[in-house]
């Protein structure tokens, strides 16, 4: 079915792995795709906007592609950071094994490609990239972007692509509305009919110096 992408831990879809032929980060390449993940014929458009549409990431540190799919986020990350972790992140386990397909035939070797829960509670982020599963529902989605843009670290940016007419104008709404203290959000870029949203998350307030007194 075609939410399977979005809810499987194992999708019941016909596995139909194909390979395609992708140019990720100014690298191109062929990578392995299948039934039962998001967008296996191409690079989505939406996420092809968000790639086209944000900065070169943090040159080390852990990066965070959140709904990795086959991998295209997590797979530009990893080739543009090579000294960084990058955490490719899904609920559908043969994403996550396509994902490790990938990135060892494209030789990366900084590709942690897990379940949300086997990320350790530990583990910050310098960025987080994501094409996030509108479909899902605003409560699922809403849930997501709680568990996850918490995890940022101070004076670092999560980008978010959304299509316009599923929301993205309203989703910003919410996260200023929920992130209210110490994020802030923006729209970045509009492209092909999708916003680029930018969330930042600020350093702490710093505190006025304490005058010390000597007696």
Known sequence: MESDHYFSASPSSAENQRRISVTLAGRSGDVTTAGGVFSPAHVDGGTAVLLSNTPPPPPGGHLLDLGCGWGPIALSLAVQSPHATVWAVDVNERALDLVRLNAQ???????????????????TFRTIRSNPPIR????????????WLPRLEERSDAWLVVQRNLGSDSLQRWIAATFDDGYSVMRSATARGFRVLKVRRHGAVPTAPVDIVEG
């Open 105 to 123: 035939a494209w030789g990366l070797d900084n590709i942690n490609a897990v379940l949300p829960e086997d990320v350790p509670s530990a583990v």
């Open 136 to 147: 899902v529902g605003k409560n699922e989605l809403h849930g997501l972007l709680q568990r």
